[in-house]
């Protein structure tokens, strides 16, 4: 379905029954991410959303309209909209960031938090304003080469090495979703929610009293550290460190991902959240 808050239209994906769980896709991901998990989901109910700039959902042309504090603020008007009134949320990356912001803003709507491979944020105030020149001059690339080559420039990238050991077809199929995004959408994402916007949140999580579970791969060393940081403040979290799994641990072991997400996601269901249109 698509559903315009706040001045903007979505593409958002409801399934199952059950106590809700919303999946926020990483940067340059979509709604499919998520499709191959939900058969593991049963006894939820599933809200998968397309970010701005991805997906069906809209690609404003204004790049503050993409905005971390737009963003979190737009997923609890959707949260709204479909009458939901406490949610678990899972992020992954980009999505694991917002995710993050949205528990801190509003934990009472909350009742679990999933965080794959996802940043409490840059704390050096140089390196932040190095990042936010780096996407601006990738987001120009975008613009600039178009999807396709940034694609591929993308995948290449060190964080996705170990991706290269996927079968051709999971790999073509990757690359396939990527080329559904348009330039200006995926370079006014990362202008308007790139990490070096968004001021940190480390030490803001040691308030944060809701079950997170901190997910990362092995082979991931930058964010199996940011797990182990953010589980140190966290009161109430769980870490799973995934062998032979790289940044995607969703997309490089899927059967570890899915068991690991929905036992915590079942010790911790609540009962059912309420109807949905």
Not at 94 to 120: D, F, I, K, T, Y
Request: charged residues 20%.
């Amino acid at each position: 379905m698509r559903l315009t808050v706040n001045g903007v239209t979505y593409q958002v994906k409801v399934e199952g029954s059950g106590p809700a769980v919303c999946f926020l896709h990483g940067f340059t991901g979509s709604s499919e991410t998520w499709a191959p998990h939900l058969a593991a989901l049963k006894g939820f109910t599933t809200v998968r959303i397309d970010f701005l700039g991805h997906g069906r959902s809209d690609a404003p042309t204004e790049v503050q309209r993409y905005g971390m504090d737009a963003c979190v603020d737009d997923v609890l008007t959707l949260q709204n909209r479909l009458d939901i009134q406490h949610c678990a949320i899972v992020g992954y990356s980009m999505g694991g960031r917002v995710a993050m912001r949205v528990a801190l803003q509003a934990p009472e709507r909350l009742w679990a938090l999933v965080l794959e491979s996802a940043s409490p944020g840059i704390a050096n105030p140089t390196h932040r304003r190095d990042r936010v020149i780096q996407d601006s001059m990738l987001a120009e690339r975008i613009r600039n080469e178009g999807v396709a080559a940034f694609a591929d420039y993308w995948q290449a990238l060190p964080l996705f090495a170990s991706q290269s050991r996927l079968p051709d077809a999971t790999r073509k199929a990757l690359r396939t979703q990527r080329l559904q995004h348009t330039a200006s959408g995926l370079a006014n994402s990362l202008q308007g929610l790139g990490a070096g916007l968004q001021e940190p949140v480390l030490r803001r999580l040691k308030a944060l009293r809701l079950p997170t579970l901190l997910l990362a791969g092995a082979l991931d060393a930058k964010y199996c550290g940011l797990a182990n940081e953010m589980a140190t403040l966290l009161p109430c979290r769980h870490v799973r460190i995934v062998p032979d799994a790289g940044h995607a641990v969703h997309l490089e072991q899927s059967a570890a991902f899915d068991a690991a997400v929905c036992d915590f996601l079942r010790a911790h269901s609540p009962a059912p959240s309420g109807p949905l249109p």
